[in-house]
């Protein structure tokens, strides 16, 4: 079961999966001059050290940000992540500390650009206040995610992002999400909605990703499942899945040479896997999810293997 304090899984493989997804959306958001909002409704912490405490303890990031962390070559989108991570380290180049999503916002937002974060749990929004203090572009709440997902939407300007990665510690928070999901598409259809899921033993996330296609968010969602050889023990986490409602233009090109790239250093042993699906919503019955790793075009035997 996975823990609500998110210190403990900072930095592992679903982390880089989820915030390389966020990176491409806000590069999309970016590309135009006009303002965004980009509302976290479960933030964390915004940062967190890996050097020390819980995440010291898992050791989960060495599977996640610490396999990518010496990388000097690869898609600009991904070398430009490793960048704003690296930036972020007070004893460079040693690894000691993560950005969660807030920060990772923070760091590109523009001077007409906002950002929106939500958190519940004490200690970790004493912490996120703390370090998104004095930046005025920054707002932070201490508001519980469904009650948000009520009162957030719609947001000015009508340009942005939510992210919503709730713990899924309680079997309820599957349908939990799928209505937050809905409520928040309904009163904000010009928004992206990124939408994280665990793939665990038990098998839920197809249903997961069957309820969200069913749901009526629009046109196309695209879902991305980055899983491993050999994931991190005792969490019972096999894979990372996004769920990307209005999913912006080529998104799925660009979503599959990143983490194809990212895959390859994440899962040395090559047998977990990349898959994507694009999802219509008047297509029927669950999506069907393929691998979609591309080839290294650095490794002349991996472009061979997949002519």
């Not at 898992?58 to 490793?82: F, K, V």
């Amino acid at each position: 079961m996975l823990s609500y304090q998110h210190e403990y899984h900072a930095g592992n493989f679903a982390d880089v999966h989820k915030h390389l997804l966020l990176w491409l959306v806000l590069d999309s958001l970016l590309a135009r001059p006009k303002p965004f909002v980009a509302i976290d409704l479960f933030a964390g912490s915004g940062q967190y050290r890996l050097d020390q405490g819980m995440a010291a303890r898992s050791g989960e990031w060495h599977q996640g940000i610490g396999r990518l962390w010496s990388l000097g070559r690869g898609p600009a989108a991904l070398r430009a992540w490793l960048g704003a991570v690296r930036e972020l380290q007070p004893d460079p180049p040693r690894l000691t500390v993560y950005p969660g999503s807030p920060e990772l916002i923070r760091r590109r937002l523009r001077e007409q650009d906002r950002l929106i974060a939500c958190e519940l749990h004490p200690a970790a929004y004493a912490a996120l206040r703390a370090g998104l203090h004095g930046d005025r572009r920054c707002h932070v709440h201490r508001r519980d995610a469904r009650e948000a997902a009520r009162g957030l939407f719609p947001p000015e300007p009508r340009r942005g992002i939510a992210l919503l990665d709730p713990a899924y510690e309680r079997p309820a928070e599957y349908t939990e999400v799928v209505r937050m999901t809905a409520e928040i598409r309904r009163r904000w259809n010009t928004g992206t909605l990124l939408v994280w899921y665990p793939v665990l033993e038990d098998g839920r996330h197809p249903q997961l990703r069957e309820a969200l296609r069913a749901a009526h968010l629009g046109e196309r969602i695209l879902f991305s499942e980055l899983r491993l050889t050999d994931p991190p023990r005792g969490s019972g986490l096999q894979g990372s899945g996004i769920a990307v409602v209005g999913a912006p233009w080529q998104l799925d090109t660009h979503a599959r040479r990143v983490l194809s790239a990212a895959w390859r250093c994440l899962d040395p042993e090559g047998r977990g896997g990349l898959f994507q699906a694009l999802a219509l919503e008047n297509a029927r019955g669950r999506p069907h999810l393929v691998r979609v790793e591309t080839p290294d075009p650095h490794d002349p035997e991996d472009v061979k293997d997949h002519d």
